[in-house]
């Protein structure tokens, strides 16, 4: 018995960089999070065993800092990739928001 076999066309709408930045930027903030709520409710059991886990207070903080610089650097390469596609696209702003290659949802999308 023959199953044909539907052909589904993929689009890619994200360069790879801006889907490396949105991999980075789960990874801070779910680190960010748990480092944090960590912190804050040091006097938990739960938080002493996450503590516990990430090598101990001290270092849970170690990481919560890398994380919240991480995630600033990942915020600035946002803008400045903003930036150079708002210069490179036709119109400005409004072209990047309304023109061929916006993010925002269309007619042809549905």
């Known amino acids: 018995m023959n199953v044909a076999r539907r ?12 889907r490396g930045l ?3 930027m789960i990874v801070s903030f779910l680190s960010l ?3 944090g ?3 804050k409710f040091s006097y938990t ?5 996450v503590a516990r886990v990430l090598g101990g207070f001290e270092t849970a903080g170690y990481i919560h800092r890398l994380s919240a610089t991480l995630m600033f650097g ?3 390469s946002h803008v400045v990739d903003l ?10 702003w409004r ?3 309304l023109g061929d290659h916006t993010m925002l949802p269309t007619w042809k999308d549905a």
């Open 7 to 18: 052909v589904e066309l993929q689009y890619q709408c994200f360069s790879r960089f801006n």
């Open 22 to 24: 949105h991999a980075l």
């Open 33 to 35: 999070a748990l480092t």
């Open 37 to 39: 709520l960590t912190l």
């Open 45 to 49: 059991g739960w938080a002493v065993a």
């Open 74 to 76: 990942l915020w600035i």
């Open 83 to 92: 930036l150079r596609r708002m210069r490179e696209e036709p119109g400005g």
């Open 95 to 97: 072209g990047l928001l």
